[in-house]
């Protein structure tokens, strides 16, 4: 079953958080920690979350009837550019034999994954500002 936009947004923003507390900590490996063991976990997820991440937004804007339509499905080969050129990136990473808080840094510097949290944090501002008070939302 695929995971909902919701679901993936929020799958995104924890890994991304996830990485900054382990770039911080200077770990030369992944390896002999439990945060290395978590890294590794949380970098399977977002990769899993980025798979059809845009076609997941496009079916969430699709049943919100948010308008116009045409400016979403122009934005949404955005967004998949984006997330492909962030999974390419992170499937670098974790094809690594060894993942330190350095090249986590790194890739949390990526102009292409920031691109895409960006993406995620505006489709979440159109989607939270269209909800009501109390209904679930997207985004930080």
Do not use: W
Request: proline content about 4%.
């Amino acid at each position: 079953m695929p995971l909902e936009f919701r679901e993936r947004c929020d799958t995104l923003e924890e890994c991304y958080e996830f990485m900054l507390a382990y770039a911080g900590q200077g770990l030369p490996s992944d390896e002999g920690s439990e945060a290395g063991a978590q890294v590794r976990e949380f970098l399977r997820r977002a990769v899993e979350a980025l798979d059809g991440l845009a076609e997941s937004c496009a079916k969430t804007v699709e049943e919100e009837g948010l308008q116009p339509i045409e400016k979403y499905r122009a934005f949404f080969p955005v967004m998949d550019r984006d997330a492909q050129n962030s999974l390419a990136a992170i499937e670098l990473v974790r094809a690594q034999s060894s993942v330190s808080s350095q090249l986590i840094d790194n890739l949390n510097a990526s102009i292409h994954l920031r691109a895409l949290l960006t993406d995620l944090f505006l489709i979440g501002e159109i989607l939270r500002e269209r909800k009501p008070a109390g209904q679930s939302q997207v985004g930080t």
